[in-house]
């Protein structure tokens, strides 16, 4: 027999509603969608390593697909909007408390920072705003600017982001342009003569 034109998909398609909890339910196990998609449908692509969440065409979501039973895939960055409406409930949310089990000591000491400086609220708040920075860079950035904040006593996010930014910037000089011609040295001794002056 002929090989078939179309090459197999091992992908299943699903569908389903994004849960109270952000999450949507797909072979007994909860993965998460941004907060704020919590109620809508969705489709799921279901590989054999990973799980990837639509609403029409746009990727709300991928992870690591896992296997077992009532196992939770939370995304910190999911729920930062939701939890920084409610930063006292910073240190009991799931999805925190599952990213703390593996979050960077720079990270931990800078939210202490944060909270001696401006007070529990403010400083968690603050702090989640230094997590939102990983939308934009890369964790090493992230981690390299937060032992720097440490280490020079900054206090709040804005004082993190300029070291995002600023560290590690390269100065951009001009080359000279070799092909353009270039004028004679002016001669300055004609100036005294200038005004009757000889």
């Not at 702090?127 to 990983?134: D, H």
Request: some cysteine; charged content about 20%; hydrophobic content about 40%.
């Amino acid at each position: 027999m002929a090989s078939p034109e179309a090459t197999f998909s091992n992908v299943q398609v699903g569908g389903g509603r994004a849960d109270k909890y952000a999450t949507v339910i797909i072979d007994k196990n909860r993965y998460s969608v941004p907060s704020r998609y919590a109620g809508f449908k969705v489709r799921v692509l279901l590989h054999a390593d990973r799980i990837d969440i639509f609403t029409g065409t746009k990727k709300l979501a991928a992870h690591a697909r896992a296997y077992g039973n009532n196992k939770w895939c939370l995304d910190p960055d999911h729920y930062l909007e939701l939890i920084q409406q409610r930063p006292m409930a910073f240190n009991s949310a799931r999805p925190i408390r599952q990213w703390k089990e593996s979050c960077p000591q720079s990270l931990r000491l800078l939210l202490e920072r944060f909270c001696s400086a401006q007070g529990e609220t403010k400083g968690i708040k603050d702090f989640i705003n230094v997590l939102m920075l990983y939308r934009e860079h890369t964790a090493g950035e992230i981690e390299a600017a937060a032992e720097l904040a440490v280490e020079h006593h900054v206090s709040s996010s804005e004082g993190v982001r300029h070291l995002l930014v600023h560290t590690g910037a390269v100065e951009i000089t001009a080359a000279p342009l070799t092909a353009w011609s270039r004028l004679s040295p002016p001669d300055v001794s004609v100036y005294g003569q200038l005004g009757g002056v000889q």
